[in-house]
C-alpha cells in the first residue's frame, strides 16, 4: 500500500497562486495513475486533474488553463500548481496513487485550500 503525504495548502487570496506537493513511499512508484480530488463543503469529491506514470495529463474543465499537474519520477512526487485562485476553489484537496497493474488506489490525508475573496 502507498503511503502519500501532502503538503502546500493554504490560505490565499482570489487571483493567488499555491502548489501542492504529494510524496508517495512505501510501494514501488510505476505503472500508476496519480491525480487530485477535491471536496467543498457540502458537496460531493470531484476528479482535480490526473497525471500518468507516461506523463499524459488530464484536467476538470473548471481548471483547465489555471491548474497544471506534474510530477518528479525521481522524487516519486506529484504537484498540482494553482494558478488565478477562484473562491469556488476552496476545498480539501486529496492526492491519490491507483496502480494500473492491480487497480488498488491510495489516499493522502487531504490538504485544505481557501482562497478568501
Known amino acids: 500500500q502507498m503511503q502519500l503525504v501532502e503538503s502546500g495548502g493554504g490560505l490565499v487570496q482570489v487571483g493567488g497562486s499555491l502548489t501542492l506537493s504529494c510524496a508517495a513511499s512505501g510501494g514501488i512508484f510505476s505503472d500508476y495513475g496519480m491525480g487530485w480530488y477535491r471536496q467543498a463543503p457540502g458537496k460531493e469529491r470531484e476528479l482535480v486533474a490526473t497525471?500518468?506514470?507516461?506523463?499524459?495529463?488530464n484536467y476538470a474543465g473548471s481548471v483547465k488553463g489555471r491548474f497544471t499537474i506534474s510530477r518528479d519520477a525521481a522524487k516519486n512526487t506529484v504537484y498540482l500548481q494553482m494558478n488565478s485562485l477562484k473562491a469556488e476553489d476552496t476545498a480539501i484537496y486529496y492526492c491519490?496513487?491507483?496502480?494500473?497493474?492491480?487497480?488498488?488506489?491510495?489516499w493522502g490525508q487531504g490538504t485544505q485550500v481557501t482562497v478568501s475573496s
Open positions: 497525471i500518468s506514470s507516461g506523463g499524459s495529463t
Open positions: 491519490y496513487y491507483q496502480s494500473i497493474i492491480t487497480g488498488n488506489r491510495s
